[in-house]
């Protein structure tokens, strides 16, 4: 097939009719305006079975963003809250307990040292967890302990914690004397956690150990610990007591869980509790308490499949600490989130993950939320791979899809082009672009293909796209070179020809024509702008730009870039090369010029070559380590590309 003789149908294409007899056509066509397809996204209509998705808290600490981005992902979600904490905890109580309960554990929600160990007791007394100031009762907690009319109240925490005259109170709300109380506690919050450790018998499953001196990782333990039939005990950072050592060695747990990393607890506290337990410890932790909640998810998961996923803020401790009942009771973790939209990624690729949505969706989701959570970098490179990925992942008609749709438009500049954020020496020779420079391969590669994908689901114009043919009409070729676009048309950058970016600018202009975008001498250019390139390939590989040898390979992502735009551009030679590079993986074959993100390149061509897909995670889990990626923008490329991949080849 010649190029421009067709293109290639079905979801890895952005070109969408065959250009035949049109392909020099002199007049001015405009399509018809698309009929508006927001539809589900990948998420939506996944045929995963659901994952039910509690909230704990009210809206002013989990927004209801978070709420809608995590119905779509579990398949179903629901909110636990009240006017306060204590509110809150009387929600969970009435989900728990809808007839009431024989148990009832009591927990001040003014701290959380005491009622950390709280959750794993309640869920061994198959009871609930409640909490009240330290000195008066809540009204909303009285009229719960009447409703409950449990037999026994535990106190966990001494008086400081929970008064005396609290307890009295909530033994009346709940029925009187006939009412047994009971309080559970020591000189500090490790004996205290020891001192509700010794309810548990020598010989169970597992326990967690955890940090005493912040909450998060101990209020995501709970549910991990009921999993395991074990408590929650706790330590300082740098040595264990020998009482809590001693506990450890008469529970002589199945399974030792440590949870956070060694800034919480330090090798030498590993080695005591591996000493005293004579079990190796099992490590749960993460780069923060998110991520760290998120390992305490996947040792939940191997007692057994989750039953749910309960999602609580990671900034205070009372929603998780008595939410970890109603996770226990439905072998669910507690994951922690944060209230930007980077927290509600983060989370949402967990519970996809737990749900079990296919690796392709899960990695997409896990560099959305490493993508929202790094310094933006570009902000229409930034912008227009973070529409697409959550159009594609979330529907068109996501909310925070159309706030990056929007930050695009915002970014134009001031000829309608697109560009970097300030000024910028390109060729680093000393040429300083100013900050109002549009950028080829940005118009082209970044925004044009953003806005063609949008145009292909119906939600943009064509009339949006139409300025951004006739600017790259216009453009200036390379001095002494009339086959090739410069990199910007600033005169400075008018020397050398970029290969990936002329071929980008061959590509869109085909791509737009075929989405019924055309101005006379579209095609005409489209064509000398890749034959140009194209007679500059060799075994697979371009040379980066005219000031190198033509023999010089260029970087995978660069390269990844080509063949990409080869595939559309002339599909049998596209495939040719394809055949060529993909068999010898993500390593560059010249040592000298391997690149951090050559990985990424290497996950761009995969939706083209399915087979690959699962050698492909391992390139792809590289290049989203934290230490690779430096900005958004450049970890939005791995975004979409993975989101294509979901797409094109099944999660």
């Not at 709970?222 to 506990?247: F, I, N």
């Not at 983060?346 to 690796?359: C, F, H, I, M």
């Not at 600033?490 to 980008?504: A, E, F, I, K, L």
Request: aromatic content about 6%.
């Amino acid at each position: 097939m010649s190029a421009w003789g067709g293109v290639r149908s079905g979801l890895r294409s952005l070109t969408g009719v065959m250009a035949t007899s049109a392909l020099l056509a002199a007049a001015v066509v405009t399509a018809a305006e698309p009929a508006h397809a927001a539809g589900g996204g990948l998420v939506g209509k996944s045929a995963a079975a659901i994952l039910p998705v509690t909230v704990l808290g009210s809206s002013a600490v989990v927004p209801d963003a978070h709420l809608t981005r995590l119905q779509r992902v579990g398949g179903s979600a629901v909110r636990l809250g009240g006017s306060d904490r204590y509110a809150t905890a009387v929600s969970v109580s009435r989900s728990v307990a809808p007839s009431g309960t024989r148990e009832v554990v009591l927990a001040t929600g003014g701290a959380f040292p005491d009622a950390l160990a709280a959750g794993p007791l309640a869920a061994r007394l198959s009871g609930v967890v409640l909490i009240t100031a330290p000195t008066s009762l809540p009204q909303v907690v009285r009229d719960e302990l009447s409703r409950l009319k449990p037999r026994r109240i535990t106190v966990v925490g001494g008086t400081g914690a929970v008064s005396n005259a609290v307890l009295g109170a909530a033994r009346t709300a709940a029925g009187g004397a006939s009412v047994a109380v009971r309080r559970l506690d020591g000189a500090d919050r490790y004996l205290t956690a020891r001192r509700v450790a010794g309810e548990f018998p020598a010989g169970v499953r597992g326990t967690v150990l955890a940090a005493g001196a912040d909450f998060p990782d101990g209020v995501a333990s709970g549910p991990v610990a009921a999993a395991l039939g074990g408590p929650v005990l706790l330590s300082p950072r740098d040595s264990l007591s020998a009482a809590v050592r001693d506990e450890l060695k008469r529970l002589a747990p199945g399974r030792l869980v440590l949870a956070g990393g060694t800034g919480a607890l330090s090798t030498t506290v590993e080695s005591a509790a591996e000493s005293a337990t004579g079990r190796q410890a099992e490590r749960a932790a993460g780069a923060d308490r998110y991520a760290t909640s998120a390992a305490l998810a996947a040792v939940l998961t191997s007692t057994g499949k989750a039953g749910g996923a309960f999602v609580a803020t990671g900034t205070a401790f009372p929603d998780a600490l008595v939410g970890g009942v109603a996770a226990a009771r439905r072998h669910a973790p507690i994951l922690l989130t944060a209230a930007r939209a980077a927290g509600a990624s983060a989370t949402a690729a967990e519970v996809g993950r737990l749900r079990g949505l296919g690796d392709w969706v899960v990695l997409s989701l896990q560099a959305l939320a490493r993508q929202q959570s790094l310094p933006t970098g570009q902000t229409a490179y930034d912008a227009a791979h973070q529409w697409s990925s959550l159009g594609i992942l979330y529907g068109w008609d996501d909310a925070e899809a159309k706030a990056q749709l929007q930050r695009l438009r915002a970014s134009r500049k001031p000829d309608g082009g697109y560009g970097v954020d300030g000024a910028w020496d390109a060729f680093q020779d000393g040429s300083v672009n100013p900050a109002s420079a549009s950028y080829l391969i940005t118009v082209t590669d970044h925004a044009g293909r953003a806005l063609l994908e949008g145009h292909r689901a119906g939600v943009i114009a064509a009339s949006e796209i139409q300025p951004l043919v006739d600017l790259v009409l216009s453009w200036p070729t390379v001095q002494g070179d009339p086959d090739c676009l410069a990199y910007t048309r600033q005169p400075s950058d008018r020397r050398y020809c970029v290969y990936n970016v002329n071929t980008g600018a061959a590509w869109f202009l085909k791509a737009a024509y075929d989405a019924g975008i055309r101005r006379p001498g579209q095609l005409e250019l489209s064509r000398r702008l890749y034959t140009h390139d194209a007679a500059l390939q060799h075994g697979g590989w371009w040379p980066y730009s005219s000031a190198a040898k033509p023999s010089t390979y260029q970087d995978w992502n660069h390269n990844a870039a080509m063949v990409d735009m080869q595939l559309d551009l002339d599909p049998a030679a596209g495939q040719k090369t394809l055949d060529a590079v993909m068999p010898g993986g993500w390593v560059h074959p010249v040592a000298s010029v391997r690149k951090y993100d050559d990985a990424m390149g290497y996950t761009r061509l995969v939706p083209s070559a399915c087979a690959y897909r699962s050698s492909a995670l391992v390139a792809a889990d590289r290049a989203i380590l934290p230490k690779q990626r430096v900005n958004a923008a450049d970890t939005g490329q791995l975004t979409l590309w993975a989101v294509r991949t979901a797409r094109a080849c099944g999660a």
